[in-house]
């Protein structure tokens, strides 16, 4: 069973950044697939970002240029580090595990994820 803890969420004003952690159970990171997802309040879960295996990624048309997702093997650890942040991207973010094929990893809408974190809360204003 995969468990995944995140933090890094915070209040920050517009325009500042943040860096979002997710530590996974042994093994996670080299092995599945890792996204993260959001959902504000009132709106549908959207995914965010998500990187494969191989460490190709993918980013969500409303972040690409201000977010970047990246993982540490040695340490478990996925990260968001999103900058140029706008009121927008309020949110609880929650990171995502799954053995997915490329294709879908790599599909924020279709990629269907097994394992969930509990979130972390962004709040830009």
């Known amino acids: 069973h995969v468990q995944l803890v995140e933090s890094g969420g915070g209040s920050v004003q517009v325009g500042g950044s943040l860096r979002l952690s997710c530590v996974a159970s042994?093994?996670?990171?080299?092995?599945?697939?890792m996204a993260w997802f959001r959902q504000a309040p009132g709106k549908k879960r959207e995914g965010v970002a998500a990187?494969?295996?191989?460490?190709?990624?993918t980013y969500a048309d409303s972040v690409k240029d201000r977010v970047t997702i990246s993982h540490d093997n040695a340490k478990n650890t996925l990260y968001l580090q999103m900058n140029s942040l706008k009121p927008e991207d309020t949110a609880l973010y929650s990171c995502?595990?799954?053995?997915?094929?490329?294709?879908?990893?790599?599909?924020?809408?279709?990629?269907?994820?097994?394992?969930w974190g509990q979130g972390t809360q962004v709040t830009v204003s």
């Open positions: 042994d093994d996670t990171i080299g092995r599945y697939c």
């Open positions: 995502a595990a799954g053995l997915l094929v490329p294709s879908l990893c790599l599909d924020l809408v279709r990629g269907n994820f097994e394992f």
């Open positions: 990187i494969d295996i191989d460490g190709a990624t």
